[in-house]
């Protein structure tokens, strides 16, 4: 704790002035009171980003879905479970903010219902759940008359390069961060690509807080 | 820590000899390779259950599911993820046991198929999940020729002794825990109420740790 309070002294301040909006976690898109659909993401690397923004001298505000995770110093964090909720919290704080970063693994489905009452297993075998689509908070924001500067990131387990531009070009963000699930999803550590106008920047693997700093690094260069 | 083992020194040792298998958390049913179905339990309630077997003599071997806890002093602890492993770690090690305990909210439905890659949104605005039943562990285990003795839990919502008489009775465990969902899923504290042949037995509401004490004392006086 101390290290990090002396590093963070440390940290040049390249987001000085700026208030940073960032999603974090899964979505846990309830079934029953009980069960719920949700995603191993762990909140790791959106929570390392928040701790690396607050550090670079930003006004960090963290949406963050069900994780055990501790609040990094300086951040301020609103918890939320549905994707629904989580897109309530950005719409309700995006305003204010000069960058989103949308981190979450948002569920993209949801249950069209979700029961009041735990099921009961039914006698026969087989059941079917039917799923709704969830709203795209990156691409609501990034669609927004006056976006703040929006950064997304893009979780796959194969064709990384052709997916993360496709989703850069349609959501219309000017930073995309790809990583391949396999990497990073759930563990300590990461590699990722930045995809911008200017191409393809990769991230050396290590561990996410240090990941954090250089993705905050190159945004920086591109606010400035 | 030191508490602990100090209060553990002190335990009656009214299992000793026994060796007790015990299932604890939540399982994660695989949609695809980052998203699943799950359901909000902690594993609190079950891990309180192993440490209060352990500091009452017994030899006790825990079956997670993936969850964020600390393994209890003396405790051997086996990880899983879904149903079907937790029913593979729990057949191996069951012919060895005196006692079984099922705290796990293990998932009644898992999908027919796990895609290999993650699944990319549709078009379209809807999606189905096709699930089968999964396995039913305690019932299983109760079945066996030699069975161990069986603790069943039941997590309800609503009409709760209504739902564990039946599910006592249905499996055939000489001793069902019941809990409303609303009291202890996920929480630090919970309020059960037993059920044997004997009828109904309230715990008091309090800590997990000081539920699962009076419930291996409960148990204990059914073994004697």
């Known amino acids: 704790e101390i290290v990090a309070e002396v590093a963070a002294f440390f940290t040049p301040k390249r ?7 960032i999603t974090a976690g899964p979505t846990f898109e309830p079934i029953d009171p009980v069960r719920g659909i949700t995603n191993i993401s762990s909140g790791k690397m959106g929570f390392a980003l928040a701790r690396a923004c607050a550090d670079a001298g930003a006004e960090a505000t963290l949406v963050a879905g069900p994780v055990a995770q501790a609040t990094p110093r300086g951040v301020t964090r609103i918890d939320v479970q549905t994707a629904l909720q989580m897109r309530d919290a950005v719409m309700r704080n995006v305003l204010a903010a000069n960058v989103f970063i949308g981190v979450a ?3 993209d489905y949801r249950p069209a219902t979700a029961a009041d009452h735990k099921m009961k297993k039914a006698g026969g075998d087989g059941l079917t759940i039917e799923l709704v689509q969830n709203p795209d908070i990156l691409a609501e924001v990034a669609s927004l008359p006056n976006p703040p500067f929006c950064v997304g990131f893009a979780a796959e387990s194969q064709n990384l390069d052709e997916y993360a531009a496709t989703k850069r070009a349609k959501k219309r963000v000017p930073l ?3 990583n391949l699930v396999q990497d990073g999803m759930g ?3 990461n590699r990722v690509v930045l995809f911008d106008d200017s191409g393809r920047h990769e991230v050396p693997h290590g561990p996410k807080d240090a990941v954090a700093e250089a993705i905050v690094e190159h945004l920086a260069g591109m606010l400035a």
């Open 176 to 178: 995309l961060v790809g």
């Open 187 to 189: 563990g300590d550590d």
């Open 105 to 107: 693994a948002v569920a």
């Open 15 to 21: 987001l000085a002035g700026k208030r940073v909006l």
